[in-house]
């Protein structure tokens, strides 16, 4: 036993329930690295520097990837000591723990990575002749600066753990155990800052564009039609990440409704994740090719788009068909969120089918003008 590490009090017994957390992690990490994995490597290798639209998925799909991995790494890892003698070492030992210190760099790197691509998509609205003319030294910046911002975050703690008075905690690391409560605090108020920020920014770019096209017709004619694209696809994702994430956050946070149990907090994470994935391939129909080669066929199956066409018709019939499809799975199963996901899927059918029908009310409109 060496100087960090101390034997854990008489009677010590790990909490049993933490260690569901552990197949949270496992289980859904390990989707998302199926799903994430080949979307980014096909990216990587089909992406040039000039296609600015593709590099910000790809920023966002190496972004889940690297959480995934962190999160099935910490799975395992807490697999592995959890059926190991128990041993106790220092809080400063466990931060700089590889998977505790990824851990934390990851959760920040996420959140700035939304609130980075919102003021990017605003940036491309409000100015888009500049925004054309950015070049590759621009996206380099967009990357970039989330994840130097994380790596900030991780060694301002780190610095002020290590030189607090060393405090012993359980080698398995738990989050809630190593993390000071002002960088928990800190943490909390990051991910519903990096929401809530983002969804005003959109409804903002949602009004603009609206009022512009209802005034001048074509209102989006200097962006590009990628560009366009992906305005909506990370709009749409902003808007998965508040049900996912800021309604979560809000509810553990301030322990409402006597509070969330950590196992579905973490479940909903790795969640927005895995939507994340759908969203980008039923989006960019050049992703969906690639997907239904390489995904299982019953998946292909469920998440099959009609290459030959984007409306918002071919849209709200591949919704309908995964809507029937995954709630008669949460149903069989005794799913505890079934009804809810049947809901949300349900809505977002209704507002495509209503978002479809003003695209071709406002088309006649302008052929008439």
Known sequence: MSENQQLPPIGYVRNEDLFVITYIYVIFGAITLFLNIPLAIYLLKTTNKNQKELIVIIALALSDTTCAGQFLAMGIYRFLVWFNDVFFITQAACNRNVIVASYQICIQMDNYFTLAISFDRLFAVLFPVRYNKCGPGYTFFLITSPIAASLIGYGAHLLVISLSDPKFVDEICFNFLVILPGFRDYMAFLRMFCVLIPTLIYFFIYVRMKFKFQRYGNSNAVLSKGMRHLTK?????????????????????FRLFGGMDASFYFMFILLKKIVTFFIHTIRHRELMKHVEKILPKKLSKMIHLDTQSQ??????????????????????????FGGFTKFCLLSA?????SQYRKEQLQKKSFKGK
């Open 233 to 253: 696809t990370v709009a749409y994702i902003t808007l998965a990440s508040v049900f996912l994430v800021l309604i979560p956050e809000i509810w553990w946070y």
């Open 311 to 336: 409306s918002a018709v071919s849209k709200v019939k591949v919704l309908r068909e995964v809507s029937h499809q995954m709630t008669t799975s949460l149903k069989e199963n005794g799913a505890i």
């Open 349 to 353: 059918i209704k507002w495509l089918n």
